[in-house]
């Protein structure tokens, strides 16, 4: 049973989750223009516009994708229409700002004022975009529907190619039989020949059908897709200095009897885990240069860390 | 949205913490040896003043004659224990590290606590089996309680959470013996530099004797392991702290003489205290321990029982409280009473037919 909600569109919205089960209950209370929500305590003006048939089950999740469609008609700029890929995706940050505002109700006001202005200032972009998206979409459909009667062909092809295989190999079979009638030919010498020639049919025939893969359609499709060139990304710095300047660890690797028994096996069971001798070797050497120069604690400076530790 | 533009900062080398002052083991497990042993010293005063007080308690006038420990037998007694490791962890075919980390433990833990508190024999069991964990060497409970002789699981267990909170929880520790792989590794960058495994063995051996000493508490793990290595191979050591370390010290960093002189420092600790000491000398202690162990933790004493007493006293309270109030829940019609009639609202919401009424 599909119920009607209000919580997503134009006409007013009912904060208590107002849920009525068919048109007609809703022409009933609204067919006189906008009325109070029937909900007790609630009694917001509502309008017959205000329904829309319920497709989730979480109201949450029918206005998210309300909002989410209407905000993607109205923020429709591509990667091409920036310099960079970072104020591409600070617009895109901006547009999700606005979408979870909307989604959560914060701060409508000057939501709607910022929807506003963008659409004040980015008019003709916003409809070109829609209009690059309908051809987009176009010629999607247009080149689903290509494929389509692509492989409707190729079905055909191939029912009629059996076919006439099918009408062939009776054929075959009663020319054996015929010239079994009439000639005084050996049998298996009239057999072979005649499999022989159907055998020359066959295999002129598969040659002749050129069997186009779609394969070079996926590929000319994803030709068109630029390359956007991306700086590599730095995960994480901190203010720690690992001794780098204090050793370099030697090429080739070390004559270690230590670490003997890892490098000789062979099936690789001990490095299994991703266990790296070079990083055990790196470890140690650093364990190694760590804080050589460091003054041992003298009196003064130790007090203070007895009478605060930690 | 505008902070995530800045670039990446770079940073200055001279700006940067090096990776071993961010260690806990640098923050709050390094000493002075002046500190170390007034650390002791107090630790010492206020325990033995807190026994005397429960031995009074006891008994009065029980600690008169009792000779309590000094800050140097605990010392002593502790260094047995942590000699004792070895043959354990050998029992069990625990790796250098395990070993190496229990020792850690046991010495950081009286540095919080007093031997005559816990005894030294179970925490020494606990800091092994916490160390296996920490470790990434781990061994069941049981197999573990096992391979001792006289000892049950809940042996280990009872102190385990005393032990790590008496760490602090730091149970990462950076050890001289890697260090000590790490420099005879990078020895091999020298010209002419190669050592034998025979020499790495010899300095790996007077690495083993350091831990019976205080100097990790004192000294970073390069420090002990350039020592060692110093011990078995004085020329090749002087060539590679050259290599490493710069004649001009500052403040925070020693110059290569500094270096030598500190390398010499714990040479000679080690030569001193290197041995485990000889079970006569710390029998003495142990038999005097007896006498004077905090009554509150021996099973048994009179004080141990009052202090039984006192919480089954309180979680016996605790328990009638609990049952208190359940009962009172329970009294009466477990429905409650009757709702007040609701009033009738605008939308009649029992009314669930279709017809327009």
């Not at chain 2, 670039?7 to 940067?16: A, L």
């Not at chain 2, 490791?85 to 395990?98: D, S, Y």
């Not at chain 2, 290569?256 to 205290?273: E, F, R, T």
Request: net charge negative.
């Amino acid at each position: 049973m599909q119920a009607w909600v209000t919580d997503v569109g134009a006409g007013g919205t009912c904060d208590l989750g107002l849920s009525l089960a068919c048109e007609s209950c809703i022409d009933r209370l609204f067919t006189l223009g906008p009325a109070g929500c029937p909900i007790p305590g609630c009694g917001k003006n509502l309008r017959k516009l205000a329904f829309t048939p319920q497709t989730f089950e979480d109201l949450g999740v029918e206005k998210e994708v309300a909002v989410r469609r209407r905000i993607a008609r109205e923020f429709n700029k591509r990667r091409e229409e920036f310099r960079d890929l970072r104020s591409y995706n600070d617009y895109l940050e901006e547009v999700e700002d606005i979408t979870f505002n909307l989604i959560n109700d914060i701060d409508l006001p000057n939501t709607e004022a910022r929807i506003q202005r963008n659409r004040a200032e980015n008019t003709a972009s916003i409809e070109l975009n829609n209009q690059r998206e309908e051809l987009y979409a176009q010629s999607l459909k247009e080149q689903e529907d290509a494929d389509r009667r692509e492989r409707e062909h190729r079905a055909d092809e191939l029912r009629r190619e059996e076919e006439t295989e099918r009408a062939e190999r009776e054929k075959g079979k009663r020319e054996i039989i015929d010239k079994l009638e009439t000639s005084h030919k050996d049998a298996f010498k009239v057999v072979a020949k005649s499999r022989a020639s159907a055998l020359k049919r066959a295999s002129a025939r598969t040659t002749s059908t050129q069997t186009q893969s779609n394969a070079k359609l996926l590929r000319s499709r994803a030709a068109q897709s630029t390359i956007v060139p991306d700086v590599p990304h730095v995960p994480f710095t901190d203010n720690y200095s690992a001794y780098e300047d204090k050793f370099s660890l030697k090429v080739g690797g070390y004559s270690d009897f230590m670490s003997e028994a890892v490098r000789k096996d062979r099936e690789g069971i001990m490095r299994g885990g991703g266990y790296k001798v070079e990083e055990a070797w790196e470890r140690a050497i650093r364990c190694g240069v760590a804080s050589l120069d460091l003054p041992p604690l003298s009196e003064s400076i130790d007090v203070d860390i007895l009478m605060n530790p930690a | 949205m505008n902070s995530a533009a800045t670039p990446v900062p770079s940073h200055d080398i001279s700006t940067k913490i090096p990776l071993y002052e961010a260690s806990t083991q640098f923050k709050h497990w390094r000493h002075s040896p002046e500190g170390l042993s007034r650390v002791r010293q107090s630790q010492n005063e206020v325990a033995v003043a807190a026994i005397r007080n429960n031995l009074e308690a006891n008994e009065p006038g029980s600690s008169a004659d009792v000779a309590f420990l000094t800050a140097d037998e605990e010392v002593l007694l502790v260094r047995l224990y942590i000699a004792k490791i070895t043959p354990l962890c050998a029992n069990f075919r625990f790796p250098e590290e395990v070993e190496a980390t229990a020792m850690t433990y046991l010495k950081r833990f009286y540095l919080k606590n007093t031997v005559m508190d816990w005894h030294p024999k179970n925490v020494m069991l606990t800091a092994v089996f916490l160390a296996a964990k920490t470790t990434n060497n781990l061994i069941s409970l049981e197999v573990y309680a096992k391979g001792i002789p006289g000892t049950m699981p809940h042996n280990v267990l009872d102190l385990e959470f005393l032990v790590a909170q008496s760490l602090g929880f730091e149970f990462a520790v950076w050890h001289a013996h890697r260090a000590l792989w790490g420099i005879w590794l990078d020895l091999q960058n020298l010209p002419g530099g190669t050592l034998d495994s025979a020499a790495y063995d010899a300095a790996m051996s007077e690495i083993r004797a350091s831990r019976l000493t205080d100097v990790e508490l004192i000294y970073t793990p390069s420090q002990i392991a350039l020592a060692c290595l110093s011990l078995v191979s004085p020329a090749l050591s002087q060539q590679w702290a050259a290599s490493k370390l710069t004649p001009n010290g500052s403040e925070t960093s020693l110059s290569l003489a500094a270096v030598q002189g500190v390398i010499g420092d714990i040479q000679k600790i080690i030569k001193a205290n290197g041995a485990p000491p000889s079970v006569e000398a710390v029998r003495d202690v142990d038999r005097r321990l007896r006498l004077c162990q905090n009554p509150e933790k021996i099973v048994g004493s009179k004080l141990y029982l009052a202090k039984q007493a006192e919480a089954e006293r309180k979680a016996e309270e605790k328990r009638n409280k609990k049952a208190e109030s359940v009962r009172k829940t329970m009294e009466g019609d477990p429905f409650g009473s009757t709702l007040p009639p609701s009033k009738p609202g605008l939308v009649d919401y029992d009314d669930d037919d279709d017809d327009e009424d």
